[in-house]
């Protein structure tokens, strides 16, 4: 017994690099790597989720059709990529206004900041549900507020012009306090060297910002647009609950559209090529996002 | 053809049954001769949407276990959630759900070609297994053609039957002397006479896509329009043109602002706080007009039914049933529960509840007429409906599908766009997708 113990011991010691990573490669391979692979493999079928009928392969017409024929689906890449630029745009923008805000000491900081992430707590299934209601163009309070300060009502997401912007506004609410954190720890950790030099320099505070605290932070800055860029390019719960991609098609994105083919068409082959499309887009967005953070220059 | 003939019988024989015997035929003492012990002891799990007819037969399920000995145990989730989990559940083959709760005005087709539905055929004749006083024939007419399939094969026992009716204030129609539309041809100069913004609009009706589906053929189907012509795509005749033209026209000139992407949801809404002095949707939804705690216009909402056109006088009509899953390893059990579901006295409760049925010998029951929890119209209003129903959504396996189309054709009519090349471009995506999935 001792022997085969001790044999057994010492191959375990003898292969300890592949033995102790070995339950956590064989969980990304289940739970990451297989649905990859069978939703590639998926994507290769038409299949109608039948019982009586099995899914049968078509090689890569599905790829052909989404990238040649279905004007909805191109539609609705664009839109995704609009939707994007547009939402996370304004959110870098205000995160770091806020940013630069909060990075200042002033009476009541704390509270003011802890009251500014709150958005990013709350559910964005419930979030869709109160604007549905504050959007809403005779009953809504934000109609209401518009009226107070003079200005006519808008139609916010119940009309094809403004329901893409509506949106966004949701998605900025709830998501500029993340990159105002990223960017705050951002602020927070830079030298005092090259400021008390530009200031004995004679540059302007606005000069300071532009030339100094934006470069430094550009490493800070570029994760929290890529966390920003991918998780809004997949955004799909505000939409859902709020328009369901209408009116018309005019708030349909990528991840909406291809829910409606999987879950309500039940088209599951063409769904899937949609989903690979979807993952490429975003691993694009990721890759270009990334080089922009390695690379020196600006 | 052999389903078919079968079931030819089975009406047959029940209608004699009951032309021969009166009404005597179903004496207590027969009742009581059923047996529905049968399958004592077994357990059942039940896949339920959550619905106004559910929340009513979930408060009795006690009691059909105690007349079964039956266990039952079920999951109540929203209808698109459980339409996925049952996709899940079913592509799997698990056999977990015995029973289900299905709209066959969506299901019923793709349901059927999948092989989920267990054909209720010979369950119906056995006489072991229906009980004598389930009588098949007191379902209306539209009810039994909803839950049958196109090879005469029974897919579920009809629950809730709704039938799209016409709202209107009483209070508005009264002072002007005016009176719900006989015809398409009054509609739209009486929306014009009430039409009073920003206080009143003429009409609400639902404009977001794939509910306003449901809608549409309110209009349509007086107009003389259909989906489908010896089975080939017809959006694009004149009757749709005129159709999507008046519908998309009523709501652009007369709806409330931003009627474009409502729902039933804001539809309601608006009609409720007085908004709108006509809305034509599901005959269902007015039990909340008549609550004082959501509802402005209690005892103020008249009930009729829709006007009719020139291509007839149709309420269009939407049925959700009981089904036995294919894959249940207690089909028979299964059964016995939805028969109890739908049997005469659950359809009673579900009616004093203000949840249409498809039972005809509820509309004169004793009980709702004591106690009767809707206006006397509403019951005319939907009465007279079933008895012009038609299945409101065409009777094919995209059927969500084809109510994005033409969902999406309808809202871009109501924003502006002209009803013919908005039907074109629905005409050509809607025979596209009949190729891909009727074949």
Redesign the interface.
Known sequence: MPTSSGRLGRWAHRHARWLFPAPAVLLVAVIIVYPIAYTVWMSLQEW?????TAPHFIGLANYRKIALADARFQEAVGRTVYFTIVAVGAETVLGLAMALLFNRQFWGRGLLRTLAILPMVATPTAIGLVFVMMY????GVANYLLSVVGLS?W??????QT?LYALAMVDVWQWTPLIMLIALAGLASLPREPYEAAHLDGASTLRAFWHITLPLLRPALVVAVLFRAIDALKTFDIIFVM???????ASETINILLF?QA????NMGYASSMAVALFAVVMGASLILIKVRRSTTW | MAARRLTRRAFLATAAAGAATGPFVFTPAKAQSFNWKRFQGKELFLMLTKHPFIDVLEKNIPEFESLSGMKVKWETLPEIQARQKMTVEMTANSGGIDAFFTSLHVEKKRFWKAGWYHPLNKFLQDTALTSPDFDWNDFSPGARSGVTQPDGSISALAAFIDANVFFYRKDLFGPKNLAPPKTLADLEPLVQKLHAPPGIYGIVLRGLKNANATQYPSILFPMGGTYLKDGKAALDTKEQVAAIDMYSKLLRQYGPPGVVNFNWYECSASFMQGQAAIYMDGVNFASQFEDATKSKVVGKVGYAVLPSGPGGHFSPIYITGMAVNAQSRNKEAAYLFCQWATNKANAVRELMAGVGVGRTSTWDSPEVKAKPKMPADWYQAYQASLKIGRQGLPEIVGVTEYRDIIGVAIQKAIEGAPPAQVLAQAQKDFQEMLNRTEG
């Open positions: 109608f989720a039948s019982s009586l809403h163009p005779s009953l009502p139609r916010w997401t119940y009309s094809s329901a328009t369901q991609g209408g009116p018309a098609n409606n879950f309500s068409y039940f």
